[in-house]
């Protein structure tokens, strides 16, 4: 064949190679926003989620509160999480009982606390479940070890402590003293021995063990609503702000978030040592409040964020579960969220830590918690002044809506305490923010719940 013939008939393929490339890509556009998409919960009738957990990347779980009929539920999704049936309904003896956290062993091996005497297992992926009813305290939070070992938390000044079961929840041993203010409503367990517990009040609220929770230590002026490691001395924990340890827990480097609208986190997923995630943040645009997941790929020495679609309109995210690199879920406790199997795809948007903040003024001024929190209908707000400035502290709702402002006015050194009362206001998420000579310190997140 000659080589003008050759060339005519490769220049046609490759024109309808060009051409079938145009087609099939038609109708497609880069619009900055891939890489999330929207999954949806059932309708439970007012019941809000409570704990979400993935085994892989099509298997989950999650439980929910009491909704007004006196039902709580667990669910299953087998397509992780584009559809989710309810397994299990959950009718308890009043409407402030509800489930609270659910945990795994394996694929089969199942167990589900709740606030009160029940606490169920399955055996066989959820099929069935048996209630035990035998939990000494209803658990606000639970950590599961393997098989037969578990260990839950109460805080409740009567019998409130920590326990532990040794044969898959037949029976429920005290580890320490029960009762009395000061007992933990959180735990994390890395493995037997090494575990974290965080129980709400004072300066040393946060204790760790090295025993399996036989005896516990306090860690000084830390605290948690999140904690992850990645092995026996490094990891991270969330209160707000973020912190990173390289002791095992000792001691808590602050790491800085990304100046936005929200800068608050308060959930934490690990995907390998560098790369770590973050919900609780929320950010404006055109006069909306997305939510924001955070990412690191430098281990938390910066952290950036991503909006998973601007047609999405979830103002925040409080639970983030990512099972491997690409693959993670980050939900609201309403009755929806987002997943991705990519990562996020190109929607990260990275800042760098010397241009998020100016650290003069971090030293200078500080937005505390508020107390209590939940809150019903009044909360009390703190915040400490080290330096003479003009102060606003605004609180605003969960779509960015400015409520109302609570300061506005020169402040001298010193640390002021006001209240906030939501006697007004409906059940929901609220945020107030700390401005300084206009420029915005911190941001803290309130709960209020009617």
């Not at 399955?122 to 070890?145: C, E, H, K, Q």
């Amino acid at each position: 064949m000659k080589p003008q013939k050759i060339f005519s008939n490769l220049l046609d393929v490759l024109i309808v190679v060009c051409l079938l490339l145009f087609f099939a890509s038609f109708g497609f556009r880069d619009s900055g926003t891939s890489g999330w998409y929207q999954q949806f919960f059932p309708n439970m009738n007012g019941s809000t989620i409570t704990s979400l957990t993935f085994l892989d990347s099509l298997t989950g779980y999650a439980l929910t509160s009491t909704n007004s009929s006196v039902q709580a539920f667990i669910l299953k999704t087998t397509n992780g999480g584009d559809n989710w049936n309810i397994i299990y309904t959950y009718v308890p003896t009043a409407s402030t009982v509800h489930f609270t956290k659910i945990q795994f062993a394996d694929s089969n091996i199942g167990y589900a606390s709740t606030n009160y005497y029940d606490f169920y297992k399955t055996t066989n992926s959820g099929l069935s479940w048996v209630d035990f009813a035998n939990v000494p305290w209803g658990a606000d939070d639970m950590a599961l070890i393997n098989l037969d070992t578990i260990l839950l938390v109460s805080s409740d000044i009567i019998g409130g402590g920590v326990y532990r079961t040794t044969n898959g929840g037949l029976n429920w041993s005290p580890l320490g003293p029960t009762g009395g203010s000061g007992q933990p409503n959180i735990i994390y367990m890395f493995n037997k021995n090494i575990g974290f517990t965080d129980d709400n009040v004072g300066a040393n609220r946060m204790k760790k063990t090295t025993n399996g929770g036989v005896n516990w230590f306090p860690i000084a002026n830390e605290a948690f609503n999140d904690l992850k490691l990645i092995d026996t001395i490094t990891g991270w924990r969330t209160n707000g702000d973020v912190k990173k340890t390289t002791d095992g827990g000792i001691t808590w480097n602050l790491q800085q978030m990304p100046q936005i609208f929200v800068n608050y986190i308060n959930s934490i997923s690990i995907s390998n040592i560098n790369k770590i995630w973050g919900t609780g943040g929320s950010i404006i645009l055109n006069n909306n409040a997305y939510g924001v997941i955070y990412k690191s790929t430098n281990s938390g020495v910066n952290w950036g964020y991503q909006i998973a679609d601007t047609s999405i309109h979830i103002g925040n995210y409080d639970i983030i579960n990512f099972i491997s690199n690409n693959i993670g879920w980050a939900y609201l406790l309403n009755s929806s969220g987002v997943h991705t199997t990519n990562g996020g795809s190109d929607t990260t948007f990275y800042t760098e830590i010397n241009n998020i903040n100016n650290s003069s003024v971090l030293k200078n001024y500080i937005l505390y918690q508020n107390y209590p929190n939940p809150f019903n209908p009044v909360t009390t707000i703190k915040y400490q002044v080290l330096k003479n400035a003009n102060v606003k502290l605004i609180v605003y709702n969960i779509a960015g809506k400015e409520i109302t402002t609570l300061v506005n006015e020169k402040k001298y050194s010193g640390i002021y305490e006001l209240e906030f009362n939501g006697n007004n206001l409906s059940s929901g998420i609220y945020f107030y923010a700390l401005f300084v000579n206009g420029f915005k310190v911190d941001t803290k997140k309130a709960f209020l719940i009617k």
